[in-house]
T-cell receptor, first 113, second 108 residues
Framework: DGGITQSPKYLFRKEGQNVTLSCEQN?????MYWYRQDPGQGLRLIYY???????QKGDIAEGYSVSREKKESFPLTVTSAQKNPTAFYLC????????????FGPGTRLLVL | KNEVEQSPQNLTAQEGEFITINCSYS?????LHWLQQHPGGGIVSLFM???GKKKHGRLIATINIQEKHSSLHITASHPRDSAVYIC??????????FGTGTSLTVIP
């Protein structure tokens, strides 16, 4: 089956800890995105990548880092510098062209202990 | 001001009712998307529009480019339609701007 997988479904972070959220796609998509969703707010873009070994900051990149070493994978690290990390994180992908749907993963819910 | 505004924020309907969700956007777009988010959090795409109207089953989406407005209609609503519906504007640079969503509850 083609699609996007995210793991884990739930993640707990202790104070001062870095955690990494996984996103993998087998759709052969060039573009991948990370969004954060908070109650009462629309999805906000953290980082996006249009091609392997290249990525750009979105609107709320502070406290986050990413890598894009493989076309299929776009992991997101939530660093200790992100002071309010509790949120629902969604990964998406598409071919990176205009007038094109994004395909979303099932999401990871991050909670701070 | 958000680039994409949706109304209403919350909507409760009786089964069988006709439902309309509205979306206004302020950015130039290549396409307007309607998404559905289920209680578990997964998001699926319902429609992508650049003009006119599209229909899929009981769902209809329309867009007025001049007025920068789109609507999502659900005919003969059913409890399984209960979800959050999200409007998203896609610009020519493949960036997406999302509304805050409309939470729909359909009561049997």
């Amino acid at each position: 089956d083609g699609g996007i997988t995210q793991s884990p479904k739930y993640l707990f972070r202790k104070e001062g800890q870095n955690v990494t959220l996984s996103c993998e796609q087998n759709l052969n998509h060039d573009a991948m995105y990370w969004y954060r969703q908070d109650p009462g707010q629309g999805l906000r873009l953290i980082y996006y990548s249009q091609i392997v070994n290249d990525f750009q900051k979105g609107d709320i990149a502070e406290g986050y880092s990413v890598s894009r070493e493989k076309k299929e994978s776009f992991p997101l690290t939530v660093t200790s510098a992100q002071k309010n990390p509790t949120a629902f994180y969604l990964c998406a992908s598409n071919r990176g062209r205009a007038q094109e749907t994004q395909y979303f993963g099932p999401g990871t819910r991050l909670l701070v202990l | 001001k958000n680039e994409v505004e949706q109304s209403p924020q919350n909507l409760t309907a009786q089964e069988g009712e006709f439902i309309t969700i509205n979306c206004s956007y302020s950015v130039g777009i290549s396409a307007l998307h309607w998404l559905q988010q289920h209680p578990g959090g997964g998001i699926v795409s319902l429609f992508m529009l650049s003009s006119g109207k599209k229909k899929h089953g009981r769902l209809i989406a329309t867009i007025n480019i001049q007025e920068k407005h789109s609507s999502l209609h659900i005919t003969a609503s059913h409890p399984r339609d209960s979800a959050v519906y999200i409007c998203a504007a896609q610009n020519t640079g493949n960036q997406f701007y999302f509304g805050t969503g409309t939470s729909l509850t359909v009561i049997p």
